[in-house]
C-alpha cells in the first residue's frame, strides 16, 4: 500500500487581504517588507486568520481603509468572533514591519507599534512572530493549529506593491521553521 502525501491547501494574502479558515489542511502566506501581518487563532475553536496591512491608519480614515491596520485588524477580529472565537482565547502572531528604505519614514517601525499597542489595547496576548529588522520575508501560517514559517529575504529584494490581477497557488513550502 503507497501512502499519497497531499499538498496543504494554501491561500496566498495581499495588501487590504484577509483570510479566516477552519481547515486543518489550510494555509495562509503572504510576502512582507515594511506592511505587517497579523496572524490570530482561538485554539479551542479551532479558528484563525491572517491579514495584511500597508499602514497604521486611524479611526477617522476612509480612503483607502483597506490597506490600513486599523481596519484591516477589526475585521479580522471581528470575523473570527462571528466564526466562533472568543476575544478571551484569541493568540496573535506578528510578523513584518521591516525598514525597508533608509533615509524615509521608517513606515515598518509605524505599522509594528501600531499592532503591538492595538493588541494591548483588545487584550489579545502576543505568543510569538518577528517584527522589524531590515529584510522582508515570506510567512506561512496554519490558523487552526497556530504554526507559522518565516523565511527572509535576500537583502535587496523588491517587493511589488501591486495586487496581481491573477495569483496562482504559491507553493507551499519554506526552509526555516519557527514554531
Known amino acids: 500500500m503507497t501512502a499519497t502525501l497531499s499538498r496543504p491547501r494554501c491561500t496566498?494574502?495581499?495588501q487590504g487581504?484577509?483570510?479566516i479558515l477552519s481547515d486543518p489542511e489550510a494555509v495562509l502566506s503572504t510576502l512582507l517588507g515594511s506592511c505587517v501581518?497579523?496572524?490570530l487563532r482561538d485554539p479551542v475553536a479551532g479558528v484563525g486568520?491572517?491579514?495584511?496591512?500597508?499602514?497604521?491608519?486611524?479611526?477617522?480614515?476612509?480612503r483607502g481603509a483597506e490597506r490600513e491596520g486599523v481596519h484591516a485588524m477589526e475585521l479580522l477580529v471581528n470575523g473570527?468572533?462571528?466564526?466562533?472565537?472568543?476575544?478571551?482565547?484569541?493568540?496573535?502572531?506578528?510578523?513584518?514591519?521591516?525598514?525597508?528604505?533608509?533615509?524615509?519614514?521608517?513606515?515598518?517601525?509605524?505599522?509594528?507599534?501600531?499592532?503591538?499597542?492595538f493588541l494591548r489595547a483588545e487584550r489579545i496576548v502576543v505568543v510569538g512572530g518577528?517584527?522589524?529588522?531590515d529584510r522582508g520575508r515570506r510567512i506561512q501560517f496554519w490558523p487552526v493549529s497556530g504554526r507559522a514559517r518565516q523565511i527572509l529575504?535576500?537583502?535587496?529584494?523588491?517587493?511589488?506593491?501591486?495586487?496581481?490581477?491573477?495569483?496562482?497557488?504559491?507553493?507551499?513550502?519554506?526552509?526555516?521553521?519557527?514554531?
Open 12 to 14: 496566498h494574502i495581499v
Open 17 to 19: 487581504e484577509q483570510a
Open 37 to 39: 501581518a497579523a496572524c
Open 49 to 62: 486568520g491572517m491579514n495584511h496591512f500597508l499602514l497604521p491608519g486611524n479611526e477617522q480614515s476612509v
Open 80 to 117: 473570527l468572533l462571528c466564526r466562533g472565537a472568543q476575544r478571551s482565547r484569541l493568540e496573535a502572531k506578528l510578523f513584518g514591519g521591516a525598514r525597508m528604505l533608509k533615509g524615509l519614514t521608517d513606515v515598518g517601525e509605524l505599522n509594528a507599534t501600531f499592532a503591538e499597542r
Open 130 to 133: 518577528s517584527l522589524r529588522g
Open 153 to 179: 529575504l535576500t537583502a535587496g529584494t523588491t517587493l511589488s506593491l501591486e495586487q496581481p490581477e491573477a495569483r496562482p497557488t504559491p507553493e507551499c513550502s519554506g526552509n526555516l521553521e519557527l514554531f
